[in-house]
T-cell receptor, first 111, second 113 residues
């Protein structure tokens, strides 16, 4: 078995601040994903990466940057946090078209 | 691109009753289908995966049906119990090489004891 870890678990930022979320997986999966989930809502794809150093934009990429530094890690940067923003950011990984495995999430609050 | 509509958004049933959640999709090339369960405050856990060659898949206490002609995927929880209270999401992927999954908006199920 494997595991996906996300850090930090809780992130509190100020308006306009640049914030970075990190994700690590030890499944040895090629593909990794970042999703945003607003309270009571579904998942929206921000960025994904098919392999190391690859980046693909999702439907919600504006306002975010991503980096796939190595196969096991995928970072997401909120380039300028919006006041009163609250959401959970979920990282996932998969092999090809197999199921995605999800991390525990990072809960963002912007003051 | 692929669009997935999930119904109903909210569902409340009594313990022991059945609960049916349905997703309809648009891309005829869709081949991989998944159901995920998300308990309150937790992340998503895979409940069932169905491939295009499968029409019925049974798990513990639930059945997944795939109707390719109608482009409809359904999750049927038989004899629901309070532990089934959660959000359920379907996810669909076509064999296009981009490994993108399209998720439904989710169904919040409440099972009343």
């Amino acid at each position: 078995g494997g595991i996906i870890t996300q850090t930090p678990k809780f992130l509190i930022g100020q308006e306009g601040q640049k914030l970075t979320l990190k994700c690590q997986q030890n499944f040895n999966h090629d593909t990794m994903y970042w999703y945003r989930q607003d309270s009571g809502k579904g998942l929206r794809l921000i960025y994904y990466s098919i392999t190391e150093n690859d980046l693909q934009k999702g439907d919600l990429s504006e306002g975010y940057d991503a980096s796939r530094e190595k196969k096991s890690s995928f970072s997401l940067t909120v380039t300028s946090a919006q006041k009163n923003e609250m959401a959970v950011f979920l990282c996932a990984s998969s092999i090809g078209y197999a199921e995605q495995f999800f991390g525990p999430g990072t809960r963002l609050t912007v003051l | 691109g692929e669009q997935v509509e999930q119904r109903p958004p909210h569902l409340s049933v009594r313990e022991g009753d059945s609960a049916v959640i349905t997703c309809t999709y648009t891309d005829p090339n869709s081949y991989y289908f998944f159901w995920y369960k998300q308990e309150p405050g937790a992340s998503l856990q895979l409940l069932m995966k169905v491939f295009s060659s499968t029409e019925i898949n049974e798990g513990q206490g639930f059945t997944v049906l795939l109707n390719k002609k109608d482009k409809r995927l359904s999750l049927n929880l038989t004899a629901a119990h309070p532990g089934d209270s959660a959000a359920y999401f379907c996810a669909v992927s076509a064999y296009t090489g981009n490994y993108k999954y399209v998720f439904g908006a989710g169904t919040r199920l409440k099972v009343i004891a």
